[in-house]
């Protein structure tokens, strides 16, 4: 069985202050934890600490943080020369040149300074983790942490294990990337691990593809940008990135996998003259359909192939795309798009010549479903089984597809699991709420009734989740916002991170929580604050969700495995009945306020707020929403509070027609994905 991760990262260290290692200490340090960042020598160190100051700076500029924001971030990061400073850390990333020679001596030497329990990751591009972790003591806390550049901006970070491996050291360096916002995608310890596996080789093709004359420069970068819609093609990225980087990478992939990985000709001669890529001339409208196909069928091939050496999932293949080089799809979404059978013919005319044949994931897909891609995987977190939705690029929001998977994958833990299930997302959102793009198209479209079948079937999953045979715990480690938050308190238990922030922004969009909310909500924190959280739209932190009642447990994210356990140890959740007075004493005027007064009374200035800032902000608050919807919602909350819990479901469910044929939503809804403030009518 495996066990659930109980090692605390709350101190972590970065060796190497270059590039990438002065983003990843800025990134941990930005997002509150200490880091202590070691160079060779102390001038070294300095200027690894102004790479950061210079970054951070640029931040204030464009209006990412606040000026008093850089002091303390800076103030978390400790530079120093001096490894026994590394005794205090629970997790070590080396970021030290690529050398193997170098990179093995650093390993020896954090063995002698590092405390035992210390986690050590490497950032390499190009070796196995397992040829560093041999020279350690202690192999199985090796792993590595492959992030991407600029790793203070980039969400994406590879997490390799290699064979010896322990499974709870493994889950904390995971946790731990959770923590700092990051988006971890698993690797086996293979050459190129999984996003330059396929990236590489797509950078060579496109340099293929000149070299032989088929098309140049501007006509391959056209081709690339239109074919995986992206802001920069192969050459400019190379130019950006460095061009002699893309030809070590292929150096690497070559020897260990095959020639057909080994830099073209012309990538060698471009580095060895020291020169960047010309991008200027007009791109050949009549070359872009060949040249797209040619790099499509190289991402294919390699993103097949590493997936049937189980290196990565297709899942995690896909995100690494779309989130490490901002692809809009997966090489596998790509699949399905031009058909497997087409897909197949494309990578085929790639590799042939090369003496490759096309993996038999690709060969064998079934051309009407294509390859499966599952956006909610079922497996095994500790004792508990897992309902992951895998979504991290759309925030994990809740979609006809996804509610469809989370139904199967439900299904079969509820049926399966022998101690409890916990269900979680993967990236820095649990679920921000449902697809609001799905909404307005079928408002627009006038097809209601889709919208009704699929908070139907939402509601009837949810129904499913508590008070079975098995508990389910929410596992909640960032935003859970409208259908996120509803699909939490469906749940037996809710377990949440430090970075967990809990709300209900429906009426502020023209709508009510239709999947439970305006039912479940009350039951839990009493109706009262239901009320407050769902007419204000207020997002509450972890701390403060805690202390009303929103979630049950608190836990570091190196702890929140083991938290989720332990609630699953209480067994299902009795039913809820709502509380009568708020659990905290601070709550107690926001209580008595909106226990007093109804939506009416407050918009039309009755509501005595006794000058208190938090009732002030709230009536303000409510100015700005649909009236149409805070009444809704006023009328469900009333009338169902005292039904059953079922009861209270059907009627919530039975008014969404009203809710959604109003101007209202379609006004809040639009304005949402049009990124502008609504202007309701009926104020
Ligand atoms: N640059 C990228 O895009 C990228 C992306 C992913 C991974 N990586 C990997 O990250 C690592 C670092 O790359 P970089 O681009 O930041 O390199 P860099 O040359 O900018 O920085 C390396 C730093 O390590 C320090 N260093 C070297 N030997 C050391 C030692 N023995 N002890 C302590 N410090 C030492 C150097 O002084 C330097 O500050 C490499 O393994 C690289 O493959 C790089």
């Not at 990438?20 to 941990?28: E, F, L, R, T, V």
């Not at 087409?342 to 005319?349: P, Q, Y």
């Not at 399966?416 to 299930?421: R, V």
């Not at 990236?427 to 889709?450: C, H, P, S, Y």
Request: charged share 25%; aromatic share 8%; hydrophobic share 45%.
């Amino acid at each position: 069985m495996n066990a659930v991760n109980r090692v605390d990262i709350r101190t972590a260290a970065v060796i190497g202050a270059g590039n990438m290692g002065s983003g990843i200490a800025q990134k941990i340090a930005t997002e509150g934890y200490p880091v202590i960042l070691v160079d060779m020598d102390e001038p070294l160190v300095q200027r690894g600490l102004g790479i950061i100051r210079a970054t951070l700076e640029q931040g204030v500029e464009r209006g990412i943080f606040r000026k008093e924001a850089v002091e303390g971030i800076l103030g978390r990061v400790r530079g120093t020369a001096d490894w026994s400073a590394l005794a205090e850390a629970d997790l070590v990333v080396e970021a030290v040149f690529e050398d193997l020679q170098v990179k093995r001596d650093v390993f020896r030497k954090l063995g002698k300074h590092c405390r035992p329990d210390a986690i050590l990751a490497t950032n390499t591009s190009s070796f196995f983790v397992r040829d560093l972790a041999q020279v350690t003591p202690r192999p199985e806390r090796v792993f590595g942490l492959h992030y991407f550049y600029h790793p203070a901006k980039n969400r994406l970070v590879e997490v390799i294990r290699h064979e010896g491996s322990g499974k709870a050291e493994f889950d904390a360096a995971w946790s731990f990337q959770e923590a700092i916002g990051k988006t971890p995608i698993r690797s086996a310890d293979a050459p190129g691990f999984v996003v330059n596996r396929f990236f590489v080789p797509w950078l060579n093709e496109a340099v293929r593809v000149l070299e032989e004359g088929s098309a140049d420069i501007p006509t391959i970068e056209a081709a690339a940008r239109k074919a995986f819609e992206i802001g920069m093609g192969p050459f400019e990225l190379m130019n950006v990135t460095g061009v002699a980087i893309a030809m070590h990478a292929a150096d690497t992939l070559g020897r260990e996998l095959h020639p057909y990985y080994a830099p073209a000709a012309r990538l060698r001669q471009q580095v060895d003259a020291r020169k960047l890529w010309d991008l200027g001339g007009t791109p050949d409208p009549s070359r872009l359909p060949a040249v797209a196909d040619r790099l499509l069928g190289a991402a294919f091939y390699c993103a097949a192939k590493l997936v049937e050496e189980k290196v990565a999932s297709v899942e995690e293949t896909d995100i690494g795309a779309r989130v490490g080089l901002r692809w809009a799809m997966g090489p596998f979404q790509l699949i399905n798009e031009v058909g497997v059978r087409r897909a197949a013919v494309l990578a085929n005319a790639v590799v042939a010549g090369h003496g490759l044949t096309v993996p038999l994931l690709l060969q064998h897909a079934d051309p009407r479903v294509g390859i499966p891609i599952h956006l909610v995987a079922l497996g095994q977190r500790g004792r508990l089984t897992s309902v992951w939705i895998q979504r991290p690029d759309a925030m994990n929001a809740l979609n006809e597809d996804v509610v469809q998977q989370l139904e199967n994958a439900a299904g079969i833990a509820l049926a399966m699991a022998e101690h409890g299930i916990v269900i979680g997302g993967s990236g820095k959102a649990f679920v921000a709420g449902a697809d609001i793009r799905f909404f307005v198209e079928n408002l627009r479209g006038g097809t209601f009734q889709r919208i009704h079948d699929f908070t139907a079937r939402g509601q009837k999953l949810f129904r499913t989740l508590s008070g079975g045979r098995r508990p389910v715990v929410a596992r909640v480690q960032g935003l859970a916002l409208g259908g996120g938050a509803e699909l939490a308190l469906a749940c037996d238990w809710i377990a949440a991170s430090p970075k967990a922030a809990f709300g209900f922004p429906e009426t502020g969009i023209g709508i009510y929580p239709g999947l439970g909310g305006t039912q479940r909500l009350p039951r839990r924190v009493g109706l009262p604050l239901a009320k407050y959280l769902v007419y204000t739209g207020q997002i509450l932190g972890a701390d403060q969700a805690l202390a009303i009642g929103l979630c049950d447990q608190l836990a570091t994210f190196s702890l929140l495995d083991a938290a989720c356990e332990a609630l699953a140890e209480r067994g299902p959740a009795v039913p809820r009945s709502a509380p009568r007075a708020p659990r905290d004493p601070s709550w107690k005027p926001v209580w008595d306020f909106f226990d007093r007064y109804s939506v009416d009374q407050i918009l039309s200035g009755q509501g005595d707020t006794g000058g208190n800032a938090q009732l002030e902000r709230a009536v303000k608050r409510m100015r700005e929403k649909s009236s149409l919807a805070l009444r809704l919602s006023e009328r469900l909350f009333d009338e169902g509070c005292d039904l059953p819990l079922e009861e209270g479901l059907d009627l919530e469910l039975a008014h969404l027609q009203e809710i959604f044929s109003s101007p209202d939503a379609l006004e809040g809804l639009s304005s949402l994905i049009e990124g502008r403030k609504p202007a309701f009518a009926g104020r």
